[in-house]
């Protein structure tokens, strides 16, 4: 178990509003990842974070802000939804070697 | 650019018996890692197993091993005496060391159902 937490589980919204998922994990690690997971495409990297503070874009990153203020939250921003944000969000962390492990995930649904 | 191809959208194997899941990648990068990932239907994604391309003997974990053939680009997963909750979708994923180690790319995904 690698102590993290996703919030909310499960989110219904509309279209242009905003929302934010939250990633939390309790065991120091500096290196956390915010993923999408579509049919067809796997898992793509949206935004990762090496540090508070430090964060960088991944393939997919456009409609998403991150912000890590604290090693152990790491917050997904879509700012104004659309459908095509519709997916399963998965937080990951970096343990000490290269391996990541995920969080449970959110399913986000925009109407 | 890094890419991941998993030919195999879905397979079906007996209880008991060993299956391989295959796994292609592409990379121009030497310092790379290998990855594969179990995600069965209640939705969470496992971490299986991890190979390092130089990392000089296959990896195993229990029950599953990693047969890399690094002249092919390959990177294919072994369940041995499969069990009915190893059915579940498997993914492959690498990682490009160089630079710090932080874009994992995947791949599409095997279905993988395990058969009394």
């Known amino acids: 178990d690698a102590g993290i937490t996703q919030s909310p589980r499960h989110k219904v919204t509309e279209t242009g509003t905003p929302v934010t998922l939250r990633c939390h994990q309790t065991e120091n690690h500096r290196y956390m990842y915010w993923y999408r997971q579509d049919p067809g495409h796997g898992l793509r990297l949206i935004h990762y974070?090496?540090?508070?503070?430090?964060?960088d874009k991944g393939e997919v990153s456009d409609g998403y802000s991150v912000s890590r203020s604290k090693t152990e939250d790491f917050l997904l921003t879509l700012e104004s939804a659309t459908s095509s944000q519709t997916s399963v969000y998965f937080c990951?962390?970096?343990?000490?070697?290269?391996?990541?492990?995920f969080g449970p995930g959110t399913r986000l649904t925009v109407l | 650019a890094q890419k991941i191809t998993q030919t195999q959208p879905g397979m079906f194997v007996q209880e008991k018996e060993a299956v391989t899941l295959d796994c292609t990648y592409d990379t121009s990068d030497p310092s790379y890692g290998l990855f594969w990932y179990k995600q069965p239907s209640s939705g969470e994604m496992i971490f299986l197993i991890y190979?390092?391309?130089?990392?000089?003997q296959n990896a195993t974990e229990g029950r599953y091993s990693l047969n890399f053939q690094k002249a092919r680009k390959s990177a294919n997963l072994v369940i041995s005496a499969s069990q009915l909750g190893d059915s579940a979708m498997y993914f492959c994923?690498?990682?490009?060391?160089?630079?710090?180690?932080?874009?994992?790319?995947f791949g599409t995904g095997t279905q993988l159902k395990v058969e009394l």
């Open positions: 990951a962390i970096r343990d000490g070697g290269n391996e990541q492990f």
């Open positions: 974070s090496y540090g508070v503070k430090d964060t």
């Open positions: 190979q390092g391309s130089y990392d000089q």
């Open positions: 994923a690498m990682i490009v060391l160089t630079g710090g180690g932080n874009k994992l790319t």
